[in-house]
C-alpha cells in the first residue's frame, strides 16, 4: 500500500476536524451537515461527470481509486537488474537461452517483448508492436485520469451553483431577520463541499495516478531499449550505462556499481 498517499488522506481529514472542533467545539459538527447540499453538490458532481464519459468509462474512473493506494509492482532500477541479467544469458547462451529464462519472470510486458527477441522478429517491428502497447497503455491511463480531473473540475462548479440555489432562497425570504444568517451558512456549505471534493478527494487521486503512470512507462520504455540493446548484442555494461540514464542522480547512486553486468 502506498503509505504517503493514505497518510496524506488521513491528514487532510484530520485538519479540517481539527479547524471545525478549534473553533467550535464538537456540537460544531452539526453546522457541517446538510442534505440538500451534499445531494447538490456530490450528487450534481458525480452527475455531470457521468455526462462526459461513457458509462464503462464511468465505472473504471471510479474503480481506479484502488490503484492510488497501490504501491507499484516494480521499480524502474529493478526493472534494470533483469535485463542486465538477461543481457548476460544472452551473451553467454545465445538468444534462444532467453525463452527459458523468460519463465521465471512475472512481467508480461518483458516476458512479450522476450518472445519476439527469441523469435527472431526485425529490431524495427520489435520497437513498433512494444511502442504501440505503450501508447495504448498511455491512452488508457489518461482516460482514467481524465475522470477524475473532470470531477475535480465540476465538484467546485457545482458547489457554487448549490450556493446560489441557496442564496436565492434566502433572498426571497428576507422578512425574518434572524433566519438570514443560518440560511447563508447553509448556502456557503456546497461551496465547501465542492472544494473538499477537488482539492481533498480528485486532485490527489488524478496526481498520484499520473505519478503512477509516469513510473510504468517509464519502466516499459527501459524494457523496449533494454531488449532491442540484447537483441543487438551489446556488452551489459554498455546496456546498464544506457540504461541508469532514465533513472534521477540519486536512484543511479542508489543502483550501484555492479549490477550483474560483464567486464
Known sequence: MDIATLIGFILGLAMLV???????????????????????????SISGT??????????????????????????????????????????KEGLLALEEAANGI???????????????????????????????LEARHKKVI????????????????????????MLYNMEDASAIGP????ALLTTLYGSLIA???????????????DREITIRNITIEGLLSIQAGENPRVIEEKLKSFLSPSARSAFGTDAGGEE
Not at 481539527?18 to 450534481?44: C, L, M, Q, R
Not at 458509462?55 to 529493478?78: H, Q, V, W
Not at 473540475?153 to 457545482?158: D, H, K, M, V
Not at 440560511?183 to 447553509?186: D, H, I, K, N, Y
Open 146 to 169: 481524465g475522470f477524475w480531473e473532470k470531477w475535480a473540475e465540476l465538484g467546485p462548479a457545482w458547489g457554487m451553483i448549490g450556493t446560489l440555489v441557496g442564496l436565492v432562497i
Open 50 to 91: 457521468l455526462a462526459c464519459n461513457k458509462l464503462p468509462d464511468f465505472i473504471n474512473g471510479l474503480k481506479s481509486i484502488k490503484f492510488a493506494f497501490k504501491d507499484p509492482a516494480l521499480e524502474p532500477a529493478d526493472t534494470i537488474k533483469s535485463i542486465i541479467e538477461l543481457s548476460n544469458v544472452g551473451r
Open 18 to 44: 481539527y479547524g471545525i472542533i478549534s473553533n467550535g467545539g464538537t456540537i460544531a459538527f452539526k453546522y457541517f451537515i446538510d442534505v440538500a447540499s451534499v445531494v447538490i453538490t456530490i450528487g450534481g
Open 199 to 213: 482539492n481533498w478527494l480528485c486532485n490527489p487521486v488524478a496526481a498520484t495516478l499520473k505519478d503512477n503512470s
Open 106 to 136: 512475472e512481467d508480461e510486458f518483458l516476458k512479450k517483448g522476450i518472445m519476439l527477441v527469441v523469435d527472431g522478429t526485425d529490431p524495427d517491428l520489435v520497437r513498433g508492436i512494444l511502442e504501440t502497447d505503450v501508447d495504448c
Open 183 to 186: 440560511a447563508m451558512a447553509v
